[in-house]
Nanobody
Framework: QVQLVESGGGLVQAGGSLRLSCAAS????????MGWFRQAPGKERELVAV???????AYADSVKGRFTTSRDNAKNMVDLQMTSLRPDDTAVYYC???????????????????WGQGTQVTVSS
């Protein structure tokens, strides 16, 4: 069992920045690929960024160049630095964990074993 807790959401003006964190507890964190996803009202959960167990990262086209994610296995933490925020970034942001013995990416939210409770990010125009 893995517990995930997101923090750092809030209200920000367009063009601003926020940093989200996801703290993990439970099993060996380095055995889990991680992902950031978001869900806006009336929409499906969509990919934001993914991290492999090998610390490689990949991003959705909509956030590439604006968002940066990283993991610290010693601290069992994953961060998502968001800059140049836009109103269409408004959503609840979730981190997910996927147990794996590979160094691949997992882009489909259905692949993930555990989820945090989510943190609201609201970007005003």
């Amino acid at each position: 069992q893995v517990q995930l807790v997101e923090s750092g959401g809030g209200l920000v003006q367009a063009g601003g920045s926020l940093r989200l964190s996801c703290a993990a507890s439970g099993r060996t964190f380095s055995d889990y690929a991680m992902g950031w996803f978001r869900q806006a009202p009336g929409k499906e959960r969509e990919l934001v960024a993914v991290l492999s167990t090998g610390r490689s990262t990949a991003y959705a086209d909509s956030v590439k160049g604006r968002f940066t994610t990283s993991r610290d296995n010693a601290k069992n933490m994953v961060d998502l630095q968001m800059t140049s925020l836009r109103p269409d970034d408004t959503a609840v942001y979730y981190c997910g964990a996927k147990f794996t013995r590979t160094t691949g990416f997992y882009y489909n939210p259905a692949s993930y074993d555990y989820w945090g409770q989510g943190t609201q990010v609201t970007v005003s125009s």
